[in-house]
């Protein structure tokens, strides 16, 4: 059963940097599409970034700029370094994994930036 293990959240001031990591393991196939997406309570979630297993990335236009999407594929982990936050940027963060046509979400981690 695929695992999704995130980390990195945190307090932070604006002008900042954080870096989330998002591991998985436990699936016996090849992990796709993986990316990152944000959700503040009683609002819909939506999308930040993702990146292929081939390392082509999208980007959210409001993180251009300032938020780098990476992966390792040999620890089937997919990080965002977030530079330059914005208290606008405060929210859960959600990992998200596709494997074939399934998706799979992170427990999400919070990242709160102060002005």
């Known amino acids: 059963q695929l695992q999704l293990v995130e980390s990195g959240g945190g307090l932070v001031q604006a002008g900042g940097s954080l870096r989330l990591s998002c591991a998985a393991s436990g699936s016996p196939f090849k992990i796709g599409t993986m990316g990152w997406y944000r959700q503040t309570p009683g609002k819909e979630r939506d999308f930040v970034a993702s990146?292929?297993?081939?390392?082509?990335?999208k980007y959210v236009d409001s993180v251009k700029g300032r938020f780098t999407i990476s992966r390792d594929n040999a620890k089937n982990t997919v990080y965002l370094q977030m530079n330059r936050l914005k208290p606008e940027d405060t929210d859960v963060y959600y990992c998200?994994?596709?494997?074939?046509?399934?998706?799979?979400w992170g427990q999400g981690t919070q990242v709160t930036v102060s002005s």
């Open positions: 990146i292929t297993s081939g390392g082509s990335t």
């Open positions: 998200n994994v596709r494997i074939i046509i399934s998706d799979y």
